[in-house]
């Protein structure tokens, strides 16, 4: 360790580096190269590298001296929390090593490389004149400080980061961001009905204790019409006591709600049966729509297989020289299932979606637990249907209510002791995933940006937020003690301490993630968000609903009472849907047979099928850019045929060719293989608009294709290949090729500001004005307002060859 002078608890400046108040400088190396992304500019950044026993600093030679009166910022543009290092491997002469604690190496090192869990790869090159105690102390310290060995060190890292006084106090000090929907309070909650007019609810605290579930909120969404003491026998009819809650209603009146399964051998009462009814139904009173997530969406353990072949696959491992063919890797990248798990649960949104589009029925989601795929389906439906989830404040308050506060388990999914690997499972990070996926079909209807989501993908793998760090809110209120509420005749209600509150004062505040400003820049919070247009207010409610499609009335006509079961694509009326309208004995089995013929079964599905789940994304126009739709809260489908389900490049491939090309300072200037196979395809792109324009006599006439918005693009999906979309530049109709997927949008979730890059030269285009495009990966990722994407095929005649991933004709 450093000696401490200047390193006390109150120190603030150590050698340039600014720390946190009680972080102590455990080891650093002069002269040191960083290995910039291409984002950044490429190239090498010479400084100083710091290890302490919170993070491994980088601080640039050239940066300005840090300011002691500033807020502290836990880590800086080129830092790396330890907790979020996953392995660290070392190059020297001809070899390449995995350092571990016990590690002993037999060379000094000349590059360190620090393989990240959020898919970074941060490269360090020692110098020649690095003294070489230097270069293998600090390379020791970090093996020995990075890797949690037991559950109490995720604790010490807390404590390293927030443990001091200042810190503590700092902390407590904090004010929460007024702008989002916290959903802790009542008052929060009923802000949320008087948002979404949704009349005919309340707000109940009969879970005030954690006494009917110890997974759900204190505060749940109820009808009206059923009071407290008949909800409270309802508890015992589902799993871990999850009922039938609401979340979010349609502006045409459809009401959402989620609840786990039924509880077999259960003896439901008559009475017992009212209240289950009355809440299953809510505020409709002729159709409820179940859907099951159990069997057509990943479990998961299938999440988690799927994203560590994904991480295999993109980051590699240089210690092993284990890679990936290139010929190869599309077909490698297809059998992680990665794509295939977000498309599905984009596809069952959707339905989701078509169904709350229709009106006046209740969509109850149903999934064995409740705490996992169900918070997936339930967040991007709302995603898809309500612009406010599409702004930052909506979109965390969404995150709020859906996932912190709804119960889902965090702790053991995302499993920061690494000592539960059954458990662990990234069901967030998928759901992220498929947030990109909209974005990017749908960039100018977000206000939110792919750098945000970065950010907040990010933040999952720092084990230092409270949103993050319990399993349910009552885990949360037993660390923080919070106070819950007691009502007598007498004192009416008043303030008490759960009595099963058990944390050490000793312990840090955590603070939310949604503390922004502790982790990033004021500069690198302005790139959260771009301007979009002002979404119209909703249309006057008629008595909590409003339905303008007459089409849908015929949805009303069912018979009072129906239920019906969705899974699979197809709806069903199975007699035992409903245990308690089961002949049985209560014991509830489900069924996905077809029901007999019904006349409301095939208007449902009719309505599924007017809304096509691929049709194209709203708001295209071939010449005069982006138009959206008259109803802002038409649901945003997305396209989920495979060529348009692109890979987030930004965040899954910011390591993978940055790791790969690192040795020397000159392999900065030898890009990857896959990046001259690109350069090679534009530049034949290039020759052939050459020949174009010299044949034409007349190239000025030449305008795209009008092309209809109402075109199904799945319906001939035989006679295209997909490889990359396109985006068009604001105010022409010829669109433009989409960035290469290798370097030009390279950037760590945490680096400089993006470089600007050159655009990408028109894509060729044929006599009759039509586009031939091959599209890989995904769109640019800009933070600016751009217009919705436009997907063109490739040539009839075209196929992809399997040896080398060219087009040939």
Known sequence: MLSQSGVNARSRDVFGLRCLPGECVLQRAVMVRKKLTAREGRGWLSGTLFCTHFRVAFVPQDSPKPDDNADPVLLG??????????????????????????????????????????????????????????????????????????????????????????????????RRDTHMNWFESVLDWEQELERCGASGWRVSSVNDRFEMSTSLPRFIVVPQKVLDTELKKSFAHFNEGRIPRWCWRHPRGSDLLRMASFQNNIYHEKDDIRNLEMVLFGCQSSLCVVVELGEELPSPADIQLAHSRLRALCLGDISTSVSVPDDKWLSTLESTHWLDYTRSCLRKASEVACLLRGGHLTVALQEAEDRDMSCVVSSLVQVMCD????????????????????????????????????????????????VWQLWSQYPSRFQLTEDFLLALHDSIHLPLFSSFLANCQRERCKRSQNLGQSYTPVNGWRDVLHPDSSSDPSDPPLPPV??????????????????????????????????????????TDAIPGSVFLLSRGTFSCPANLLPWRSSSSGVYKKSHRRAPSSENVPGLERLLKAWALTELPQGLTSTSGPQGPLDPYEPLLPLLMGPCMGLWRECYLRGALHAQAFSHPISANHPHPVERLAREVQQLKDKLDQVSSSTDPNPSAKTAEPRRTDTNLNQNTNNGTFLFPSSRPQGTGVPRAAPLPTSINHQTSRGSPPASAPPFRSSHKDSSGSSKHTFLFGHSSSTEARPDQRYYPAPNNAKLSKSNGSIAS
């Open 77 to 174: 543009d080129h830092d790396v929390a330890l907790a979020s290092i996953e392995k660290v491997v070392v190059v020297g002469p001809n070899r390449t090593k995995l350092v571990t604690p016990n590690s002993s190496l037999k060379f000094t090192p000349e590059e360190l490389v620090l393989y990240c869990r959020d898919m970074r790869v941060i490269c360090f090159l020692f110098d020649r004149l690095t003294p070489d105690a230097q270069v293998i102390e600090i390379t020791y310290t970090i093996a020995k400080t990075y890797q949690p060995l037991k559950p109490g060190s995720v604790l010490s890292f807390q404590n390293a980061a927030l443990g001091s006084v200042e810190m503590k106090q700092f902390l407590s000090n904090r």
């Open 514 to 555: 949604w503390d922004w400003a502790l982790q990033y820049s004021k500069h690198r919070q302005d790139r959260f968000t771009q301007p979009i247009p002002p979404t119209p207010p909703l249309q006057p409610l008629l008595n909590g609903n409003l339905n303008t499609n007459p089409d849908t009335h015929r949805l």
């Open 387 to 434: 612009p406010h989830c599409r702004t930052q404040h909506g979109f965390q308050s969404l995150v709020q209510k859906e996932w912190v506060m709804a119960g889902h388990r965090f702790y053991s999914r995302i499993n920061y002791h690494r000592d539960n690997d059954k458990e662990e499972a990234p069901v967030f990070l998928i759901f992220l995933d498929c």
